[in-house]
């Protein structure tokens, strides 16, 4: 079954630290990868987006996720994190069939002054 | 150029009663989407639609119905409300050509008592 793990439910980090959080998906064929952003009471916004080519994808933000074909991961960073970067981050795989993406657990960042 | 807009933005509602939700899609995408995304969980797909039909469906009951129109806004409809209902529902647009490339509107919470 197609599935993405985000193995981090909370990440609390204080302002100007570096911060990773982790996602991994399952599949063996070829697929689009994405990163989304909820800010309380709100919808989701797209962050960053793998499709093809480097590896390396960058936001215009500061974030960085690195696409690891594998090790099926897709982990975002930061070198230095923000109050502002307070949010939930969602990790999603879009699988051709039914052309729906598939969401991880979420994680909760949170940024300490 | 416009964003997903969704109406209302919350709801409460009885067990038992039916529900509609509503969707207009971004500028220049043909293509619908709706999630249901529960407290604390990632967003879950529900169904897509492109051309006024239903073209693709995640693991909801028929009780989750759809529609889209012509200038392509869309209608999520829930009958016999339950309580697990109760959720952010989001819609979200993209273009047929990138259809994994998809836009969220901010969502409509429903309540159900």
């Known amino acids: 079954a197609q599935s993405v793990t985000q193995l981090d439910s909370q990440v609390p980090v204080f302002e100007e630290a570096p911060v990773e959080l982790r996602c991994n998906y399952s599949s063996s064929v070829s697929v689009y990868l994405f990163w989304y952003v909820q800010y309380p009471n709100q919808g989701l916004q797209l962050l960053l987006k793998?499709?093809?080519?480097?590896?390396l994808v960058e936001s215009i933000n500061g974030f960085e996720a690195e696409f690891n074909k594998s090790q099926t991961s897709f982990h975002l960073r930061k070198p230095s994190v923000h109050i502002s970067d307070t949010a939930e981050y969602f990790c999603?795989?879009?699988?051709?069939?039914?052309?729906?993406?598939?969401f991880g657990q979420g994680t909760e960042l949170s940024v300490k002054p | 150029e416009t964003g997903v807009t969704q109406s209302p933005t919350h709801l409460i509602k009885t067990r038992g009663q039916q529900v509609t939700l509503r969707c207009s899609s971004q500028?220049?995408?043909?293509?619908v989407s709706w999630y249901q995304q529960a407290l604390g969980q990632g967003p879950q797909f529900i169904f897509q639609?492109?051309?006024?039909?239903?073209?693709g469906r995640g693991n909801f009951p028929p009780r989750f119905s759809g529609l889209q129109f012509p200038n392509y806004s869309s209608e999520l409809n829930v009958n016999a409300l339950e309580l697990d209902d109760s959720a952010l529902y989001l819609c979200?647009?993209?273009?047929?050509?990138?259809?994994?490339?998809?836009?969220f509107g901010p969502g409509t919470r429903l309540t159900v008592t």
């Open positions: 999603a795989v879009f699988y051709n069939q039914g052309g729906k993406l598939i």
């Open positions: 500028s220049g995408h043909n293509t």
């Open positions: 793998y499709l093809s080519g480097s590896t």
């Open positions: 979200a647009s993209s273009q047929r050509t990138a259809i994994y490339e998809q836009y």
């Open positions: 639609y492109y051309r006024e039909e239903e073209n």
